[in-house]
Nanobody, 123 residues
Framework: VQLQASGGGLVQAGGSLRLSCAGSGRTFNNNAMAWFRQAPGRKREFVASISWGGGRTLYADSVKGRFTISRDRAKNTVSLQVNNLKPEDTAVYYC?????????????????WGQGTLVTVSS
């Protein structure tokens, strides 16, 4: 069972990226999915979560209005559209699959984790 994140890169402040996470080995259609991030020297922090059906989303205050999480249940994928990037968004971004189906910001409720994709925002 694996989550494979991709889409990171180097972008200037104000730019955009689309991060993707593909699940393999099992379906995650009954699980909430999320993105977390970890900046150098800092603890991992919650970014966004989406419910099993896609009808509910939850965002960290720092990304509201700039980031959008979505999922494609047919493809077993979750994406994060990141717009108006700021230097403080620089981090390794991880996708994760929850034990349950509802959104949560608590990493203890996530069973599966991807390997991370690096987003670097230059000023």
């Amino acid at each position: 069972v694996q989550l494979q994140a991709s889409g990171g890169g180097l972008v200037q402040a104000g730019g955009s990226l689309r991060l993707s996470c593909a699940g393999s080995g099992r379906t995650f259609n009954n699980n909430a999915m999320a993105w977390f991030r970890q900046a150098p020297g800092r603890k991992r922090e919650f970014v966004a979560s989406i419910s099993w059906g896609g009808g509910r989303t939850l965002y960290a205050d720092s990304v509201k209005g700039r980031f959008t999480i979505s999922r494609d249940r047919a493809k077993n994928t979750v994406s994060l559209q990141v717009n108006n990037l700021k230097p403080e968004d620089t981090a390794v971004y991880y996708c994760a699959a929850a034990k349950g189906g509802d959104t949560t910001s608590q990493d203890m409720f996530y069973d599966y984790w991807g390997q991370g994709t690096l987003v670097t925002v230059s000023s």
